[in-house]
């Protein structure tokens, strides 16, 4: 059975960085994508960012590249997010979500909710002064 568990979060002022970790238990050897996802206050989910563990694939949208970075340790079955230079319309709730990935994935599939099969609890983000 797949978990997630993510962890990082934190009230932190604009300008400032956190780095969040979703831990990961259960999975199989196949190759896997591990997206992380946000929602904000009254607001849909949104997709932030995805990586295949297996190779280089990865996507960002376009509101935080250059300020987040996705990385992942297979070793230790955690994806990170670190995220720097942030602003208050990155607050929400942070998810990070998984499933099997045999082929690379395009940007619109790391982007859809329904694609995703397992889910972790989420972490917030609150940027505030």
């Known amino acids: 059975q797949v978990q997630l568990v993510e962890s990082g979060g934190g009230l932190v002022q604009p300008g400032g960085s956190l780095r969040l970790s979703c831990a990961a238990s259960?999975?199989?050897?196949?190759?896997?994508?591990i997206a992380w996802f946000r929602q904000a206050p009254g607001k849909e989910r949104e997709g932030v960012s995805c990586?295949?563990?297996?190779?280089?694939?990865?996507y960002y949208r376009d509101s935080v590249k250059g300020r987040f970075t996705i990385s992942a340790d297979n070793g230790q079955n955690t994806v990170y997010l670190q995220m720097n230079g942030l602003k208050a319309e990155d607050t929400g709730v942070y998810y990070c979500?998984?499933?099997?990935?045999?082929?690379?994935?395009?940007?619109?599939?790391?982007?859809?909710?329904?694609?995703?099969?397992?889910w972790g609890q989420g972490s917030q983000v609150t940027v505030s002064s």
């Open positions: 259960g999975f199989t050897s196949d190759p896997w994508i």
């Open positions: 990586i295949r563990n297996s190779d280089t694939t990865l």
């Open positions: 979500a998984a499933r099997r990935g045999l082929s690379p994935p395009t940007e619109t599939m790391c982007n859809a909710v329904s694609w995703f099969a397992y």
